[in-house]
């Protein structure tokens, strides 16, 4: 496992821990919930005027509000649970030292895909159920690609075929600009009030201010897609040509903005 892997691995455990203690806080509060309900008489109403209907009410608010509460938490789980099941199904990232091995490995994956339905199809307008067989197809399989569908055609859809190769070429454009990064030195540039830096080992650009930013510049930088990192101590994106062409908008943003609007938000 390489350093990124383990971050991503440590981030889905992350993820799954918010998870597993939200789904411990939901279970708390219905079993309370479900314990001061149980105190009260079946079919027992709040008896209006005595003096027990004010602490009866405030009993019962409690019991509405852990269930409230439980329902929110229960839900927060479901939400960490789905992101912790997502992390590192996005395909290959650039941010993975071994990313661009990895994308060779799917490219003579889709390549081989490809070669294998054209010759196929070739074989199936040829009705050559032998020749397809002898490529290792299953019986069900052959049987399968010989049939024709509702408009006429046999063998693999021809918009499989495309898609695949679309698939191709865009592994292929990613190869390409994962090896021209990997020729990118580190950039630095002081702006107004902010330094912009391009990182080639963290794969990020980064805007990062001497004096934090007001919420004008925040939303700004958010609406091109820059997150701030508490552990870069910068606003960052990923370092590539998206994020180097949104860069150059928000410094042009950036760069006629008085220095009294870089003040402290008190947001």
């Given at each position: 496992?390489?350093?990124?892997?383990?971050?991503?691995?440590?981030?889905?455990d992350?993820?799954?821990?918010?998870?597993?203690?939200?789904?411990?806080?939901?279970?708390?509060?219905?079993?309370?919930?479900r314990?001061?309900?149980d105190?009260?008489?079946?079919?027992q109403?709040?008896?209006?005027?005595?003096?027990?209907?004010?602490?009866?009410?405030?009993?019962?608010?409690?019991?509405?509000?852990?269930?409230?509460?439980?329902?929110?938490?229960?839900?927060?789980?479901?939400?960490?649970?789905?992101?912790?099941?997502?992390?590192?199904?996005?395909?290959?990232?650039?941010?993975?030292?071994?990313?661009?091995?990895?994308?060779?490995?799917?490219?003579?994956?889709?390549?081989?895909?490809?070669?294998?339905?054209?010759?196929?199809?070739?074989?199936?307008?040829?009705?050559?159920?032998?020749?397809?067989?002898?490529?290792?197809l299953?019986?069900?399989?052959?049987?399968?690609?010989?049939?024709?569908?509702?408009?006429?055609?046999?063998?693999?859809?021809?918009?499989?075929?495309?898609?695949?190769?679309?698939?191709?070429?865009?592994i292929?454009?990613?190869?390409?600009?994962?090896?021209?990064?990997?020729?990118?030195?580190?950039?630095?540039?002081?702006?107004?009030?902010?330094?912009?830096?391009?990182?080639?080992?963290?794969?990020?650009?980064?805007?990062?201010?001497?004096?934090?930013?007001?919420?004008?510049?925040?939303?700004?930088?958010?609406?091109?897609?820059?997150?701030?990192?508490?552990?870069?101590?910068?606003?960052?994106?990923?370092?590539?040509?998206?994020?180097?062409?949104?860069?150059?908008?928000?410094?042009?943003?950036?760069?006629?903005?008085?220095?009294?609007?870089?003040?402290?938000?008190?947001?």
């Amino acid at each position: 496992m390489n350093a990124y892997e383990s971050r991503v691995e440590t981030r889905r455990d992350r993820l799954q821990s918010k998870a597993d203690r939200a789904t411990r806080a939901a279970n708390r509060l219905y079993a309370q919930a479900r314990e001061m309900s149980d105190a009260i008489p079946f079919g027992q109403p709040i008896l209006v005027g005595h003096h027990s209907e004010g602490r009866d009410r405030n009993y019962r608010r409690g019991i509405d509000s852990r269930m409230s509460r439980s329902c929110a938490e229960a839900e927060k789980a479901q939400h960490y649970a789905r992101r912790a099941a997502a992390v590192g199904t996005g395909g290959v990232s650039s941010d993975d030292p071994e990313a661009i091995d990895k994308l060779q490995a799917e490219l003579a994956e889709r390549k081989a895909k490809q070669e294998h339905m054209k010759r196929a199809n070739a074989l199936v307008r040829r009705k050559d159920a032998v020749g397809l067989a002898d490529m290792g197809l299953s019986p069900a399989a052959i049987a399968g690609l010989l049939k024709m569908d509702e408009t006429g055609n046999a063998g693999y859809p021809a918009y499989r075929i495309r898609n695949n190769g679309a698939n191709i070429r865009r592994i292929e454009a990613r190869m390409r600009e994962l090896a021209h990064a990997g020729e990118q030195k580190d950039r630095e540039e002081e702006g107004n009030g902010y330094t912009y830096r391009e990182d080639v080992g963290e794969n990020r650009v980064m805007l990062a201010f001497e004096v934090k930013p007001g919420m004008e510049i925040h939303k700004m930088l958010k609406s091109y897609g820059f997150q701030y990192s508490f552990t870069r101590g910068a606003y960052v994106r990923k370092l590539n040509a998206n994020g180097k062409y949104a860069a150059q908008q928000a410094r042009k943003v950036l760069d006629v903005q008085q220095m009294s609007q870089l003040g402290d938000a008190s947001e």
